[in-house]
């Protein structure tokens, strides 16, 4: 099983489960664009991935959003 930990400022924080690691990403990714989307952020460079983690950020750079794989 491989847990995602999502924060985000007016989000909350979430723990979700999935089968497999790439389930996993594919989750994250999906969720990034819904939130990328919720503040007008451009998908293909408002989501940046360092290793297990992905931070998404708004146009002038603040971070909106995080997902690690735990």
Sequence with gaps: MIKVRFSASGY???TETYSTREQAKAAI???A???LADHNSDPERGLTQFGDEWIATSRNGEE???WEIL
Excluded: C, K, S
Aim: net charge negative; hydrophobic share 25%.
């Design 64 to 66: 909106i959003a995080r």
């Design 29 to 31: 990714e999906n969720e």
């Design 12 to 14: 909350g924080t979430t």
């Design 33 to 35: 664009e819904d939130v």
